[in-house]
């Protein structure tokens, strides 16, 4: 799925910070950013969660055999 992608270099990456300012301005850009970091940090937070609860199942399971 991924290989249709292809790599992004440094110009591919230019253009779409330059369709990003042409679609959004650059007075709103802060606040995207802010709310791509605010989800990025809660999607790391769920994972750590997960990651958490899993290991205390697997020590209920030690304890419980």
Request: glycine share 14%.
């Amino acid at each position: 799925m991924f290989g249709l992608i292809g790599n992004f270099g440094p110009w591919e990456l230019g253009l779409i910070l330059v369709i990003v300012l042409i679609i959004f301005g650059p007075g709103k850009l802060p606040a995207l950013g802010e709310s791509v970091g605010k989800a990025i940090k809660g999607f790391r937070k769920s994972q750590e969660d997960d990651d958490k609860l899993d290991e205390l199942v697997d020590k209920a399971e030690t304890v419980k055999e």
